[in-house]
């Protein structure tokens, strides 16, 4: 029986594995923090989009908004008289405008009932 010939030293082929090892576990180590990398930023770049699309959305529903109130304005002359009346104080002759500070913010709330008279005095 022939034995094998043996070139390497079993210290060089414990050193050659234990070196493969390292450089295995740091290529993983590597390929697995950009994939944790590059899926956070996918994240954040989903999150900005999903942003985007509602901003979106807000300035098309704001859009829709002021065209009705352009085509309300430009057909609608009372629409335009109430305005007129409403944000610049424009009266129709013979009439008194008051205008109150604040009233647009007051809550309005039911007026308390009024108190049951006392029984009078008189009648004793």
């Known amino acids: ?14 050193l050659f594995l234990w070196g ?26 989903r999150a900005s989009e999903r942003q985007k699309e509602q901003a979106y959305v807000s300035l098309e529903r704001k859009r829709s908004q002021a065209e009705r109130y352009v085509d309300r304005a430009s057909r609608d002359l009372e629409f335009v008289r109430d305005l007129a009346r409403e944000k610049m104080g424009v009266a129709e002759p013979g009439e008194i405008v008051i205008r109150m500070d604040g009233a647009r913010n007051m809550v309005m709330s039911p007026k308390p009932a009024p108190a049951p008279a006392a029984p009078s005095q008189a009648s004793r």
Do not use: N
């Open 20 to 45: 493969s090892f390292i450089l295995f576990c740091t290529v993983l180590a590597f390929t697995w923090s950009t994939y944790v990398d590059e899926t956070e930023r996918l994240a954040g770049m």
């Open 1 to 14: 029986m022939e034995s094998e010939p043996s070139s390497r030293h079993p210290q060089t082929e414990k």
